[in-house]
T-cell receptor, first 114, second 114 residues
Framework: GENVEQHPSTLSVQEGDSAVIKCTYS??????FPWYKQELGKRPQLIID?????GEKKDQRIAVTLNKTAKHFSLHITETQPEDSAVYFC?????????????FGAGTRLAVHP | DSGVTQTPKHLITATGQRVTLRCSPR?????VYWYQQSLDQGLQFLIQ???????AKGNILERFSAQQFPDLHSELNLSSLELGDSALYFC?????????????FGPGTRLLVL
């Protein structure tokens, strides 16, 4: 069935360093790849997403790259700050016009140390 | 604030009981999704409704049911509750049916079954 693998499960960096989180999906029909940030006890918040007609998207310190051939996509956070500390989830969606269920990775707990 | 509201925020109940979780989507959104987040299973898609009709089902137990009303709010009904049903339940909404639409999450309902 549909599956999204996410690595690493935990990531610890020093403030100012870069962080990279990688995800691999199984369904070759997947065409939408959002990333969510979740702070403890809070709702998942969309931070960036990419659609299958582009290979890279950037928003200030955050970028996402997509490799459809290899079926993987990555989140890059540069110049990390303590407030970036949270759990990050990747997801994929392959619904045709009728539905849009998100399949989530298991999450990466990012800790940014001052 | 995503514009998606959920009530109640917290719910404590006993095994065997039945509860109803409520969700109001963002203004103008026609699709509502329900997700379950537990420590061992991560974020799991349960079910999607679009404009009152069920559109997709995930790993939703037979003890669970949902509906979307004419005013577009949705309710998730959980019955014959078990200890393992304790989790965070999130509702999300999106504009329509498109497979690449952004989903905005509500604050969640934390369910504890004792």
């Amino acid at each position: 069935g549909e599956n999204v693998e996410q690595h690493p499960s935990t990531l610890s960096v020093q403030e100012g360093d870069s962080a990279v989180i990688k995800c691999t999906y199984s369904d070759s029909a997947s065409n939408y790849f959002p990333w969510y940030k979740q702070e403890l006890g809070k709702r998942p918040q969309l931070i960036i997403d990419i659609r299958s007609n582009v290979g890279e998207k950037k928003d200030q310190r955050i970028a996402v790259t997509l490799n459809k051939t290899a079926k993987h996509f990555s989140l890059h956070i540069t110049e990390t700050q303590p407030e970036d500390s949270a759990v990050y989830f990747c997801a994929s969606s392959s619904g045709p016009g009728g539905y849009n269920k998100l399949i989530f990775g298991a999450g990466t707990r990012l800790a940014v140390h001052p | 604030d995503s514009g998606v509201t959920q009530t109640p925020k917290h719910l404590i109940t006993a095994t065997g009981q039945r509860v109803t979780l409520r969700c109001s989507p963002r203004s103008g959104d026609l699709s509502v999704y329900w997700y379950q987040q537990s420590l061992d299973q991560g974020l799991q898609f349960l079910i999607q409704y679009y404009n009152g009709e069920e559109r997709a089902k995930g790993n939703i137990l037979e003890r669970f049911s949902a509906q979307q009303f004419p005013d577009l709010h949705s309710e998730l009904n959980l019955s014959s509750l078990e200890l393992g049903d304790s989790a965070l339940y999130f509702c999300a909404s999106s504009l329509g049916l498109g497979g690449r639409e952004t989903q905005y999450f509500g604050p969640g309902t934390r369910l504890l079954v004792l």
